[in-house]
Structures are given as C-alpha cells and as structure tokens.
C-alpha cells in the first residue's frame, strides 16, 4: 500500500457527478462562460427563423426572405464566437464587440434580429464579454504563489528605510524625469527644451 491510498476503501470517495460538477464550476469561474452561453443562445434564433415553417392547421407560412444567407451567417458567426469565448477567454473583448455588431446588423437583416429574441441574447451577452475581467486568486492562493517574490519585496522595503523618506517617492533619484524634484531645480515647471 501506498501512502495516498485510503484506509479502507470508499472511505474518501465521492460520487463521480460531485467531482464533475465541482470541475465544471471551477471551468465555469475562470471564463465568460454566461457571456458565451448568451450568445450562442442569441444565434440559434437568427439563423433558425428565416428558414423555419410555421404550420397553423392546414396553412404554412414560410418566413425564408431574400437575407436567409445573411441570418444564417450571422447567426452561425455568433455561436462561434460564444463558443471561443468558453475556450480561449483572451479573446473576450473581440469577442463581445463582434457580437454586439452582429446583433446589430441582424435587426435589418435577420427578421428584427430574429423576431429580438436574438438581437437581445446576443447583445446581453456581448457586454457581459466585454465587461467580464478574470477574478483575482484567493488569498491562500496568492501567498503560496509568492513566495519567490519574498526577496525583491524585502529589498525594497530595506532600501526604503536605509534611504529617507525622500527616497522612498523617488524625488531624490538622479533619473527623475518628473520635474517636481527640488533637486534638479524645475520646482514643479516642466521645461520644453
């Protein structure tokens, strides 16, 4: 037996669909993924609606227009870019701005941005892409991750007390472009020449 092996069996083992849905909302946390989701949602309508047949009774009304290739483009554009969203999520801001113009170009071209059913999701979801930021590691995270930036840390902090106060902002260094140094004479006057 090896050390990472449980005591007795099944003792520590959780039920497949716990580790699955943890796994998945870890995924689901470092990306867009409700931006993408609402976008993809906002395609389907686009593309689906001008080529659909409504059947009332007997009758069948048809909504396939001259832009039938246009919504279908469109629509197929803006479920590729929620999907890109999920797996390559640096393409966020590209991504939420394409959207956004494609929801927009879909009201003239696609049935009113498929009957705004689409327009909306797809526009909803790209300023969420847009706005979205990666979050910041938790704090148990960020201090096992640090430790290799312990030594420039302390030496900062060491400098700045061996120097003054007038070291540590950097005034009295003798690189100081900034101009508000009594030092090199300027007073806080930026010269032009």
């Known amino acids: 037996m090896s050390a990472e092996t449980p005591a007795a069996p099944g003792q520590h083992d ?10 998945f909302r870890t995924w689901r946390g470092d990306r867009p993924f409700w931006a993408g989701l609402y976008i993809v949602f906002g395609g389907f309508p686009i593309a689906y609606f001008p080529y659909a047949h409504l059947h009332l009774g007997h009758l069948t009304l048809a909504m396939s227009t001259t832009a039938g290739a246009g919504s279908l483009i469109i629509g197929v554009l803006l479920v590729v870019l929620g999907i890109s969203l999920w797996f390559q999520k640096h393409v966020r801001t590209f991504a939420g701005v394409a959207a956004i113009l494609l929801a927009l170009v879909s009201i003239p071209v696609a049935n ?3 009957f705004l059913i689409g327009f909306l999701f797809a526009l909803l979801g790209g300023a969420m892409a847009v706005s979205w930021v990666p979050g910041e590691p938790e704090e148990g995270y960020a201090a096992a991750g640090s430790l290799d930036k312990q030594a420039p840390d302390t030496a900062v902090a060491e400098s700045v007390e061996a120097g003054g106060p007038e070291a540590a902002d950097g005034a009295g260094d003798p690189n100081d472009l900034s101009g508000t140094s009594p030092s090199n004479g300027a007073n806080g006057r930026h010269s032009a020449g």
Do not use: A, D, I
Request: net charge positive; hydrophobic share 30%; charged share 25%.
């Open 14 to 23: 959780e039920h497949y669909l716990q580790v699955f849905r943890r796994n």
């Open 112 to 114: 009113l941005g498929g």
